[in-house]
């Protein structure tokens, strides 16, 4: 019998290695050639259009969240608020993700991925909308409303990724996943610029939290139409699927036990602390600057001056393009000659970013262009490994555990990333300031000095790179081999008795 004409099986995966029939093999490592033997899940005109709206939405996600940060120096104006309290704006947000995150992470490997996905997008168009309206004296509804924002990048950095990885296989797939990336960071960097371009134009900084969600609804339709939910695994399986039978504390123990997911997510950890508190601070910091040189005079009614969002955001969206097309080139040019380029890539990029770092916090007080310039490469390094690091999680994880691995990861790099990172960099702020007069020029200098905690954790992100360099091959062949349990199949659907057991080898029938 010829097995091109045999039934596949919707394979089950355990949560424990077991020498049962055949092999599941991820395809990120698949050659062009090999490629073109896997069955598509859905037509190629089809899965191209659900990630261009993926990463459309995506973008939005990330306009929205950094929208608070280009008009900032406005909201510190409008309540009366100093920079630990304006950075507790950013703080909820992100708790919010980080509580949301692994109730997604369950919902996305158990559900149907889509529906969970609209449903909670929805729920961030009304609350987005809804903090906008909030008044003077209620600062502390504002601080709720936006921890439960939070709920839209929790669903869809949990889950969308794992859609992308279904309906994609190998370069491909890592073609997708850096798109992907891209438009995050190109969202990131707009919504400083609509952000403080929209105050500007209508005189209203609260106008800054409408226009995404405005633009949101339009994605939430896309999403309805045009987004499909693959079997889980179906790249690796010619689209029959995998289904998981492992709970979810077997789903933690076994991502504990993988130490390149651990050691990377370590690294992620870093990278969004340090994102959170320049995302943040910078124009802000870039803003103090221009006064102490006397370019501008301090704001004292909002709107204030929104010139520092728009170029540091116009630095967003361009090393965003930039970095993660230079990241994933590297990896895509040298994965086959360097097997664990992957994190070298991460760590390079932490490592570079440093004296970067040093530069702009000493230099800013003397030369905005210059200060622009660091800035530009800083970003450059760091968001060079944006796609680089969400690959690496996707092939050393199998198919029926990516959304709670993408969970477990977004929450705790959140929770120690960029939740406490505009914190702590705002109250360390705070208590310097509060040591000397209150005088422009002592707000640059304490925010300055504030700052200097940032190159010094992102040395510990390329140390944890560098230590998962030592596992991510092992780690990758182990998450590509793991067994089919041919137990699981029914009579009806499982190959004859007669017949030799069906393998998966790079990804295709053998």
């Not at 690796?236 to 036990?257: F, P, R």
Request: charged letters at 15%.
């Amino acid at each position: 019998m010829d097995l091109k004409d045999r039934t596949i099986p919707q394979w089950s995966l355990d949560s424990e290695s077991s020498p049962h029939s055949g092999s599941l093999n991820s395809l990120s490592a698949l050659t062009p050639e090999e490629e073109e033997k896997e069955k598509p899940t859905i037509s190629p005109s089809r899965a191209y259009i659900a990630v261009a709206v993926l990463c459309f939405v995506n973008m939005l996600i990330y306009m929205e969240r950094n929208a608070v940060a280009g008009v900032l120096p406005s909201i510190q104006t409008f309540f009366n608020i100093g920079d630990s309290l304006s950075a507790l704006l950013q703080t909820v947000f992100i708790l919010g993700v980080v509580v949301f995150a692994p109730l997604f992470g369950y919902l996305g490997d158990r559900f149907n991925r889509k529906y969970v996905m609209i449903g909670a997008i929805s729920v961030w168009l009304v609350i987005a909308v809804g903090s906008s309206f909030v008044t003077k004296s209620l600062f502390w509804l504002l601080m709720l409303l936006r921890a439960i924002v939070g709920i839209g990048e929790a669903s869809y950095a949990t889950i969308a990724p794992t859609i992308i990885s279904d309906v994609f296989v190998g370069t491909k797939r890592s073609l997708m996943i850096f798109f992907f990336y891209m438009f995050m960071a190109i969202g990131g960097g707009l919504g400083y610029v609509t952000g403080a371009g929209v105050a500007t134009l209508t005189g209203d900084w609260r106008w800054a939290l409408r226009v995404t969600p405005i633009l949101g609804a339009v994605g939430l339709v896309l999403l309805v139409f045009l987004c499909p939910n693959p079997p889980r695994g179906a790249a690796e399986t010619h689209g029959e699927g995998v289904t998981g039978e492992s709970t979810y504390l077997e789903d933690i123990k076994y991502l504990l036990k993988n130490k390149s997911y651990v050691w990377s997510s370590l690294g992620v950890t870093v990278v969004t602390f340090l994102t959170g508190a320049l995302g943040f601070w910078m124009p802000t910091f870039l803003s103090r600057a221009r006064i102490i040189q006397g370019l501008q005079l301090p704001c004292v009614k909002e709107p204030c001056n929104p010139i520092d969002s728009y170029i540091f955001g116009a630095i967003m969206v361009v090393t965003g393009i930039l970095g993660t097309g230079l990241g994933s080139g590297c990896s895509s040019w040298l994965r086959d000659k360097v097997p664990n380029v992957d994190p070298i890539i991460c760590a390079v990029g932490l490592l570079a970013s440093v004296p970067c770092q040093f530069i702009i916090i000493f230099v800013a007080s003397a030369s905005l262009p210059a200060t622009y310039v660091f800035t530009f490469f800083a970003l450059l390094f760091v968001l060079a490994n944006i796609a680089v690091m969400a690959d690496i999680l996707l092939y050393v994880v199998i198919p029926t555990k990516r959304s709670t691995a993408e969970a477990l990861q977004i929450s705790g790099c959140h929770l120690l990333g960029d939740a406490v990172s505009p914190y702590i960099i705002g109250a360390i702020s705070d208590a310097l300031r509060k040591s000397k007069p209150a005088t422009a020029g002592q707000s640059f200098h304490s925010l300055k000095y504030s700052l200097l905690l940032c190159p010094f954790v992102t040395l510990l992100g390329g140390l944890f790179y560098i230590i998962s360099t030592c596992y991510i091959t092992e780690d990758r062949k182990a998450a590509t081999a793991t067994p089919l349990i041919e137990g699981d199949l029914t009579p009806q659907q499982g190959p004859a008795a007669s017949e030799p057991p069906l393998e998966l080898s790079n990804g295709y029938i053998e």
